[in-house]
């Protein structure tokens, strides 16, 4: 059974960090690209980063480039969204999820087959 489990969200104030993690199983962490994305009330759900462990390419949205980081740890088959220089606007609850890499389309909430129940993080001004 695929699981994708979230943790690391909260409350924190403007310009403050916090790293979200992401344990999965139930299938090949490396032959996955792992998704970062995030919704906010009454908004669609948008794709903040994305990671190919294979080959480690990475995608950013615009709205976070320069502040978010992906990374993984294969070993642990956990994946990390390391959130620096947080803005109100970033308050969301934020989810993971997974898709094979060769079925990897692009970075969008669509493209991806397995989720996580998510995590929400508020960013207080």
């Known amino acids: 059974e695929v699981q994708l489990v979230e943790s690391g969200g909260g409350l924190v104030q403007a310009e403050g960090s916090l790293r979200l993690s992401c344990v999965v199983s139930g299938f090949t962490f490396y032959d996955h690209v792992i998704g970062w994305f995030r919704q906010a009330p009454g908004k669609e759900r948008e794709g903040v980063s994305c990671?190919?462990?294979?080959?480690?390419?990475?995608y950013y949205s615009d709205s976070v480039k320069g502040r978010f980081t992906v990374s993984s740890d294969i070993a642990k088959g956990t994946a990390y969204l390391q959130m620096n220089s947080l803005k109100p606007e970033d308050t969301a609850v934020y989810y993971c999820?997974?898709?094979?890499?060769?079925?990897?389309?692009?970075?969008?909430?669509?493209?991806?087959?397995?989720w996580g129940k998510g995590t929400l993080v508020t960013v207080a001004s």
């Open positions: 999820a997974a898709v094979p890499a060769w079925n990897f389309r692009n970075c969008r909430y669509d493209a991806m087959p397995y």
């Open positions: 990671l190919t462990s294979s080959d480690g390419s990475t």
